[in-house]
């Protein structure tokens, strides 16, 4: 399937509402607990917000009740789920106190299962006011604790930096998730967000775990992709789901629809993968029925690898 073109006036027009949500044949294993990752990468532009966007909702497409918390200023993974976030409060007066998390969470059209906390420009400023807080690092965490029992799947989509911001998600999550570009500079910089993940596991949350990596823009026609996704796969083995996302002009329209590629065109070879690693993280997760449930490492991550077929239909 070609998804290299532009979608014409026409085809946009048609597909630029959410009529309804094509629910899965087979719903998704269900978490022994809450799983909550934050999505994070200091190098910007790497698919952060479209990874957690898009695998937040093939989640709740699965049947699983899925939150998506919009951590980032500039508010994209609001927009991509199509949730009012420019008046309204967000998760700055979470951080900030003002609010009940509770009270901020909107539903996003079209996806009985998925929430979402959005950003607003007012958390720009967060980094700043959070500076004088007590226990400050800690803020996103005791908020999420009120919610997190409502949900399977809680996705945290930090800014590309490093501050309190991204040092709050650490502290709050479990899981850590990885895009990584497939481009030259792609590990540039990874080095030193290990070395915080490894800061904060050790002094704040001991819980976090890098469980999961994805490879992003990946193009199978050039050399440098594939050597990209091979130097990951090598150093990555366990963390790594081998199901790279293309470099998709259908992924990069959806959320100019407010629309996640799922609902904009999901027979696409971006929502394909999408889906396909939605289910492999899914799978990981799944209660096996003869281990015993370690409720601090939730549950073992010993998935076989899933190859990419794009031509496999939704999985």
Do not use: W
């Not at 991509?80 to 700055?92: D, F, K, M, N, P």
């Amino acid at each position: 399937m070609d998804d290299s073109r532009e979608t014409t006036p026409a085809e946009a027009s048609a597909s630029n509402k959410v009529i309804g949500v094509r629910r899965l044949k087979e719903a998704m294993a269900k978490p022994a607990s809450t799983r909550i990752f934050t999505v994070a990468n200091q190098k910007g532009g790497v698919g952060k917000t479209t990874s957690t966007v898009n695998i937040a909702a093939a989640l709740a497409m699965g049947g699983l009740r899925t939150l998506v918390i919009d951590l980032d200023p500039q508010g994209n993974a609001s927009t991509a789920l199509g949730v009012e976030h420019r008046t309204s409060a967000g998760v700055y007066e979470v951080l900030m106190g003002s609010a009940p998390i509770a009270t901020v969470i909107q539903k996003v059209a079209g996806f009985p299962e998925l929430d979402c906390i959005p950003s607003n420009t007012s958390l720009a400023n967060a980094e700043i006011n959070l500076v004088s807080m007590v226990a400050r690092e800690l803020q996103l965490k005791e908020a999420i604790d009120e919610i997190s029992v409502n949900y399977d799947y809680i996705f945290i989509d930090c800014p590309p930096s490093l501050g309190l911001l991204t040092i709050n998600a650490f502290a709050a999550s479990k899981e850590l998730l990885i895009p990584i570009q497939t481009e030259y500079y792609a590990l540039e910089g990874l080095s030193q967000l290990l070395e915080t993940y490894t800061l904060v596991k050790k002094r704040l949350n001991p819980a976090l775990t890098l469980s999961t990596i994805i490879l992003t823009m990946f193009d199978s026609r050039t050399r440098l992709s594939n050597d990209v996704a091979a130097n990951v796969r090598s150093h990555f083995p366990t963390e790594l789901i081998d199901i790279p996302i293309p470099r998709a002009v259908r992924i990069s329209e959806a959320p100019s629809y407010n629309q996640t590629v799922m609902t904009y065109d999901p027979l696409s070879p971006g929502a394909i993968a999408y889906m396909q690693i939605a289910r492999e993280i899914a799978e990981r997760g799944r209660v096996k029925e003869t281990e015993p449930i370690d409720e601090e490492l939730n549950s073992p991550f010993n998935s076989n690898v899933v190859n990419i077929n794009y031509k496999g239909g939704i999985a």
